[in-house]
């Protein structure tokens, strides 16, 4: 009996797994880290007809929230102990002071801000 790959699982596991493999097979190249390849002008030329012509020019674009700016981030807080730890040592340079402070100076003081 050929060997199917599928080692490791329990008793009838494996042919389980082969048979939902065999139902719906999968492609080969697809990969979760791969990401589509962008080439310029690969849509077409820009005076083309619209892909949405039903569509309003007034239509609001789906945008997707962008998360809080790192610098203004309540989580920033949490590592100032650690920086400012850093900036008071007898061996820190003056530069590492310096973005220590402007770091200190981002750090929201309550929620809201």
Do not use: C, H, W
């Amino acid at each position: 009996m050929a060997e199917s790959g599928f080692t490791g699982q329990g008793y009838g596991k494996a042919k389980v797994q082969e048979q939902a493999l065999a139902a719906v097979p999968m492609e080969e190249s697809i990969s979760p880290m791969a990401a589509p390849k962008v080439v310029p002008g690969g849509d077409g030329a820009l005076n083309r007809p619209s892909q949405l012509p039903t569509q309003s020019i007034n239509t609001q674009a789906d945008v997707v929230p962008r998360p809080n700016s790192p610098l203004k981030s309540p989580n920033m807080g949490r590592i100032m102990s650690s920086m400012l730890q850093l900036a008071s040592s007898p061996l820190a340079s003056p530069s590492t002071r310096r973005v220590v402070r402007a770091m200190q100076a981002q750090v929201p003081r309550t929620e809201t801000e």
